[in-house]
């Protein structure tokens, strides 16, 4: 038989595992979203989280109910204002932001090229930073806010030298067995280089090097281009520059030589 005190105690602890279990599920849900998953149907989260449909129906509609996620026409849920609010809010505080424009604009000067600084967010890196050469009229270009696909130069930078992340590790585990032979084959080319190649087949060229500061990985500093203007190969004057600014915005957060 138990006391008061016991049973208070028994209640107050199964309370507290079911808030976590509670938490736990929801992040599940949030970490289906990326750039191989922009949306998501009830019955397709149910199966990809392992949880029986009408529990997953009522998550999504709390979330739904939270301005967490947005539910769309056709059924299918996506994410919400105070998830992208959250989101933009996040990266506006990371001080890499802050230290890495100067940088980054006298790269994209000097070489005429785009830079691009991705941050990782819950399953992928998002684009967090551009800065466009002044002088070309005609510049590629990507947005911020931008979630890059498992074929991106970038992802190949936070997958080789962040693969201890639980999150990455997840990540990685979630993709279709395809695409994880792809990040596994840009792991080992990124690991024997000691930064990212790309040509796709449109001919976009990039360039990706690692950005760290006292903890470990903290950015991935890209060059974006045609593959007629911007040099992938490791002795190009591109890559050295590129390594350069990473090296700058790397001292200012603090990495060790």
Do not use: K
């Amino acid at each position: 038989m138990w006391s008061p005190c016991e049973q208070l105690e028994h209640i107050t602890s199964r309370g507290a595992g079911v808030d976590i279990q509670a938490v736990d599920r929801v992040g599940m849900i949030l970490a289906l979203f990326g750039p191989h998953r922009e949306s998501v149907t009830s019955t397709e989260a149910a199966d990809l989280i392992g949880l029986n449909r009408t529990t997953t129906y009522r998550y999504l509609t709390s979330l739904v109910n939270a301005n967490v996620l947005d539910l769309r026409d056709d059924r299918t849920y996506v994410p919400g204002p105070a998830l992208v609010q959250l989101g933009a809010f996040a990266l506006g505080r990371r001080d890499i932001l802050r230290l890495a424009v100067d940088p980054m604009q006298t790269l994209a000067r000097d070489t005429e090229i785009t830079a691009v600084l991705s941050l990782w967010g819950s399953s992928s890196p998002v684009v967090a930073h551009v800065e466009e050469p002044p002088r070309r009229e005609i510049v590629v270009s990507v947005r911020v806010g931008m979630q890059l696909s498992t074929a991106a130069a970038q992802t190949g930078i936070f997958h080789t030298f962040m693969a201890d992340s639980p999150s990455v590790a997840r990540a990685s585990r979630q993709l279709p067995s395809g695409e994880r032979e792809r990040i596994e084959r840009l792991v080992r080319e990124t690991s024997e280089r000691g930064y990212a190649a790309q040509v796709s087949t449109r001919g976009i060229a990039v360039l990706a090097t690692p950005v760290w500061d006292e903890h470990g990985l903290a950015a991935s500093l890209a060059l974006l281009s045609t593959r007629d203007v911007l040099d992938v190969h490791a002795e190009s004057v591109e890559l050295a520059a590129l390594r350069n600014a990473a090296t700058t915005i790397s001292q200012s957060l603090g990495a060790e030589d």
